[in-house]
């Protein structure tokens, strides 16, 4: 299954995720109308059905959507699979000689890097569609954008108003509404198409102007009925408003309104109709995609295999820490480490990331995800740090404070959005959580007679907090720690396994939200390995066993 190629001149429209990523659309998903540059889906994505078909025997002969399961073999990484080679060209990574990349090569690599994040977003992004993006109202481009518009439709109605009047300009109106009913169609939808292409044919019209014999409104209106037919319900009350607009040049201006609002219903319903097609392919899909992104560049895996080599330089580190804290532990052996280890290693850096930086080439389609992910796991962590702080200092002040913990969240989360901006202050939001908390623990107390915490205490747990905000803070690295230590259990974990492993203490309080998280990581990483899991045993095997690699390398030569 492909995914057609890039259209970069489709201005004013992008596809949008709940998560704020943009994709550019494909141009066999999209095409343009009049003075709009509006996105519209077409019939030719394969397995596309809309409700309206007047012809429902023909059902049968359209195309229909293969499935097709996937092994979860490629997340197996035994001594074994890296000593071993691969037998299909798409689960083996081919290595290929320096080359100089053509601008034609350049550009097939960047259009097999459209398709395939789209197709993944597509499938993983149960919240992505297509929504409109206008110019700003007040910004150079959308100043021109109405200027013309008006300019056009100006002089439209000038030609209509004329004594006889001058049709061309309408008839051409009148040939792209029909080409845009056409698309909306089915194949089998045989009798409205030949309705269209009827009572729209242009060159009927055209003989019709010649002798000033042409029905304008008696054609928009058939254009409105054919539009309420073909429609999505939510755009019934549009259809209602055209059928009661009686200036001929409006009507025919809110007619292109209303068609690029139903554009953008079919292009939804198409990725709607698409997601469990792409959803069974998708690790197909994408191996495959990547590997052609592979072959027309060559250093695509640049960076994965850095990525790759820091985790095994850190694992190396850390069995040298442990060696020399053993005196009875034997130096001169070689380490044996685990690959499964290492990669987890490398997935376990992604919650730290520096996303100035570019991630590696493999998990490119997910970096949105990722960030997010580690942009909420900063806040949960000190809203852990803030709890664990506060219970050791007036642990016995906030005991019988009814659901704090809930409190804290609640004062916290809102505080907290957006920390991992630059220009966020992480000191002045922590100065005003300890306010809150001290207003919250002192409200409790006055509620049951008791005395409120003194001026001193206020100000040491106010202090305490602050001080999560500097680096080391001895408070904040344990809580890091034993989030690093609960998501390595994760991964841990056979991906078949529901059940999720112990919290580590001090976690509690954000116990609910690091689960949540925890899973939707350990998807990500879970369907990853599935990908690309052919790919990284190649890498592997190169940085681990060399020797292995380099006896490969040899007999392949040999034999050649």
């Keep these: 299954m492909d995914v057609p190629e890039e259209d970069t001149n489709s201005p004013g429209w992008v596809f949008k995720s709940e998560g704020g990523s943009c994709v550019r659309p494909s141009r066999a998903l999209c095409g343009t109308a009049r003075g709009s540059g509006l996105v519209y889906c077409v019939n030719k994505v394969k397995g596309f059905r809309m409700p309206l078909n007047d012809d429902q025997s023909s059902d049968s002969d359209s195309s229909r959507l293969s499935e097709s399961t996937v092994s979860s073999s490629d997340t197996e990484y035994s001594r074994q699979s890296f000593n071993s080679d691969s037998s299909s060209k798409p689960s083996s990574p081919a290595s290929s000689p320096p080359k100089v990349i053509t601008f034609d090569e350049l550009m097939a690599a960047t259009r097999n890097l459209s398709n395939w994040t789209l197709a993944h977003e597509i499938a993983v ?20 954008k109405q200027i013309v518009h008006k300019a056009f439709w100006d002089h439209l109605e000038s030609e209509l108003n004329e004594d006889p009047p001058e049709y061309k300009h309408a008839i051409k109106l009148f040939e792209e509404i029909k080409e845009i009913l056409l698309s909306f169609l089915t194949p089998g939808a045989n009798r409205i198409h030949n309705q269209i292409c009827e009572v729209l044919d242009t060159d009927l019209i055209r003989q019709q102007a010649e002798h000033n014999a042409v029905d304008i409104p008696g054609l928009a209106n058939y254009v409105i009925n054919t539009m309420g037919k073909l429609c999505a319900p939510i755009r019934d009350n549009d259809i209602k408003q055209l059928k009661a607009t009686d200036n001929i040049v409006e009507l025919l201006r809110q007619i292109f309104r209303v068609l690029d609002l139903m554009k953008v219903d079919m292009a939804n319903y198409t990725i709607k109709s698409l997601r469990p097609y792409l959803w069974h392919n998708l690790v197909d899909y994408e191996r495959t995609k990547f590997q052609e992104i592979l072959e027309e560049t060559p250093s695509a895996l640049n960076l994965t295999t850095e990525w790759i080599k820091e985790s095994i330089e850190d694992e190396l580190s850390s069995i040298s820490d ?149 680096k080391n803070n001895p408070v904040c690295s344990l809580i890091d720690k034993r989030i690093q230590l609960f998501m390595r259990s994760l991964l841990a974990l056979p991906s078949f ?55 490969k390398t040899e007999a392949e030569t040999s034999s050649n």
């Excluded at 280890?341 to 990331?353: H, S």
């Excluded at 990581?521 to 380099?550: C, D």
């Design 322 to 470: 442990e060696s020399s804290s053993c005196p009875g532990a034997d130096s001169s052996s070689k380490p044996i480490i685990s690959p499964t280890l290492v990669l987890n290693n490398g997935y376990l850096k992604l919650l730290q990331w520096d996303y100035c930086k570019t991630i590696p080439e493999t998990l490119i389609t997910d970096e949105v995800r990722l960030q997010e992910l580690r942009e909420k796991l900063n806040q949960l962590k000190v809203i852990a740090c803030v709890s664990l702080i506060t219970n050791n200092m007036v642990g016995a002040a906030v005991v019988d404070v009814p659901d704090f913990t809930d409190h804290l969240k609640r004062i916290s989360l809102p505080l907290l959005e957006g920390m991992n901006k630059k220009s966020f202050d992480l000191k002045e939001a922590l100065n005003a959580i300890g306010i809150q908390i001290c207003s919250i623990v002192n409200k409790s107390l006055s509620e049951r007679g008791l005395p409120t915490l003194s001026e001193e205490m206020q100000s040491n747990l106010m202090g305490q907090i602050a001080h999560i905000v500097e």
């Design 497 to 551: 396994q529901k059940c999720m492993p112990t919290m580590p203490g001090g976690l509690s309080v954000i116990q609910r939200e690091i689960e949540f998280l925890g899973s939707q990581y350990a998807s990500i990483v879970n369907f990853n390995k599935k990908v690309y899991g052919p790919f990284y045993a190649n890498i592997l095997r190169k940085l681990l066993f060399p020797e292995a690699a380099m006896e």
């Design 125 to 144: 992004n149960a919240n992505f569609c297509i929504k409109q993006e206008d110019y700003p109202q007040n910004s150079f481009a959308g100043t021109v």
